[in-house]
């Protein structure tokens, strides 16, 4: 995508500097692609379906040079698996992010876990970035925990899927 320059702009800016075309003045702006946020559940309820969430999550981190992905699972607490999930072996991966991930299998907490993740310095990745979430939406925590974290979510994520 080529940058085009709107010339008559250009003339109107250029009259504070004498008529001397100083600074290019853009008409479109610069296109980067967004930050991806992945969350995946990996509570008793999902069990069946984590191991298919994780390898799809594993192969999104390993597709560094496109976007720069983050990858987190919950169950009661949040745990970040970008580095873990990361490595070249599916196998080792997936072993590595089962021992990391404590809480595996028990309780959901999704409002808990939405909100830790805003907390975190891991926060700042969510600012603007496309956010997908893994899950059947089962949760432990009263509604309401639920819908503050997704408005505070919303506000700060681009998209959420």
């Not at 500097?17 to 930050?35: A, D, E, I, M």
Request: aromatic share 4%.
């Amino acid at each position: 995508h080529g940058t085009r320059i709107d010339l008559r702009h250009t003339m109107r800016a250029s009259r504070t500097t004498g008529f001397q075309t100083v600074r290019l003045v853009r008409s479109r702006v610069r296109r980067r692609p967004r930050r991806v946020v992945l969350l995946c559940d990996v509570s008793r309820s999902m069990q069946p379906y984590a191991t298919i969430y994780l390898h799809l999550m594993r192969a999104a981190a390993l597709r560094r040079t496109t976007f720069a992905p983050e990858v987190f699972a919950f169950a009661t607490s949040l745990t970040r698996l970008t580095p873990v999930l990361s490595h070249r072996s599916a196998e080792i991966a997936l072993a590595r992010a089962n021992e990391k991930v404590t809480d595996r299998y028990g309780g959901t907490h999704l409002g808990r876990s939405v909100a830790a993740m805003l907390r975190t310095p891991h926060g700042s990745a969510l600012r603007g970035a496309v956010v997908i979430v893994a899950s059947d939406g089962w949760d432990s925590d009263p509604p309401e925990v639920l819908d503050r974290a997704m408005a505070r979510l919303r506000r700060r994520a681009a998209l959420i899927v």
